[in-house]
């Protein structure tokens, strides 16, 4: 069974700092692209940031490019999305995803969600 389960979320204050993690079991997480998706109240699913399966290209969205990070390590199967100088509008659910293709927005698992909310 395919499982990814999300931790770190919380709520911080605008310019803080969050590091979320996704522990993926049930595939060979290694052979993968991975994904960081979030959602806002009301709003779709937004793409945030992509990596290939040897973790040495990434990809970001206009949004959050130079603010986050995102890194694996396949050895621990895990997937990690560092998020600094956080706004407000970054406020939302983060999954981590395995995408269909490394860009792709059609996904073959996701997570359950960590929330992150950003506030003062």
């Known amino acids: 069974e395919v499982q990814l389960v999300e931790s770190g979320g919380g709520m911080v204050q605008p310019g803080g700092s969050l590091r979320l993690s996704c522990a993926a079991s049930?595939?060979?997480?290694?052979?993968?692209?991975m994904t960081w998706v979030r959602q806002a109240p009301g709003k779709g699913p937004e793409w945030v940031s992509a990596?290939?399966?040897?973790?040495?290209?990434?990809y970001y969205a206009d949004s959050v490019k130079g603010r986050f990070t995102i890194s694996r390590d396949n050895a621990k199967n895990m997937l990690y999305l560092q998020m600094n100088s956080l706004k407000p509008e970054d406020t939302a659910l983060y999954y981590c995803?395995?995408?269909?293709?490394?860009?792709?927005?059609?996904?073959?698992?996701w997570g359950q969600g960590t929330q992150v909310t950003v506030s003062s």
């Open positions: 995803a395995r995408p269909t293709f490394i860009l792709a927005t059609t996904y073959d698992y």
């Open positions: 990596i290939n399966h040897g973790g040495d290209t990434t």
């Open positions: 049930g595939f060979g997480f290694g052979s993968f692209a």
